[in-house]
């Protein structure tokens, strides 16, 4: 607990350069590897090395030294955690998938974008119809060979896309697996600035975790915010294991 209040107040003393004229909320470099890791429930040392010990792809910024990931950052670790946790892929592996999307779209961030599926155990890319080719489903998981045309998406209750097909808001949970569509944490580039809060609300779990702490009760949090005592659970069970 000391640790993560260290995180928290550590990320609050880096000093951001402010957003420059038309940069999009989703660019901007706001995140420290520690507290994305906290807000994502990834352990640091995995997502340090995926960023910095061996890069899968660019961050968005730095201060100094230190690196500082975009919500687009975020979301694109999010999902990868997803893939390596649930699919068992190694590093190896999923740096493979990356590559292999990167050469599908000629995207920075491949692996966010509406087309992309989770299926079972494969990592799908649907290609709409170009020119000459028609519609296309590519294995990125498989050497990009050509996969199912009907697919389920065991991804898509993670992330909210927006009508121009930018994702604009991730709902990470820390005991997810596929089928489970509980939502009761989010993050999203223009709400409490890209701050972990609770699903629907502006509340940052963060305020929450800190009056826990103080010794206020989930009775009295609830009260106090107007909400369930299961939605103040299963946030502070996201952020800090056993912290309910």
């Given amino acids: 607990m000391i640790a993560l209040t ?95 999307a990167q050469k599908e779209s000629k995207a920075r961030y491949p692996l966010l974008r509406p087309n992309i599926r989770l299926f079972f155990k494969h990592i799908l890319m649907d290609k709409g119809a170009s020119g000459k080719l028609g519609r296309r489903v590519i294995d990125l998981s498989q050497h990009r060979q050509l996969a199912i045309d009907k697919v389920a998406d065991q991804y898509s209750t993670r992330v909210r896309w927006d009508t121009q097909g930018e994702p604009s808001e991730i709902f990470p949970w820390r005991h997810w697996i596929p089928g489970d569509d509980r ?23 963060q305020t929450v975790l800190d009056r826990k702490n103080a010794g206020e009760s989930i009775a009295n949090l609830a009260s106090d915010y107007g909400l369930s005592g299961d939605a103040i659970v299963q946030a502070l069970e996201h952020l800090v294991p056993q912290a309910a």
């Fill in 183 to 205: 939502k009761p944490v989010s993050i999203s580039p223009n709400v409490m600035s890209g701050n972990l809060v609770i699903t629907g609300t502006r509340i940052p779990v």
């Fill in 6 to 100: 260290r995180i928290f107040k550590e990320s609050e003393s880096v000093n951001l350069t402010p957003r420059h004229p038309g940069q999009s909320p989703r660019d901007y470099p706001i995140y420290t590897v520690p507290q994305a890791a906290s807000y994502l429930a990834v352990p640091e040392r995995t997502l340090r090395y995926w960023v910095t010990d061996h890069p899968l792809w660019p961050v968005a910024g730095a201060h100094g030294n230190l690196p500082l990931m975009s919500f687009r950052d975020i979301a694109q670790a999010y999902y990868i955690e997803i893939v390596r946790r649930h699919f068992h892929l190694s590093v190896s592996k999923t740096r493979e998938v990356l590559i292999n």
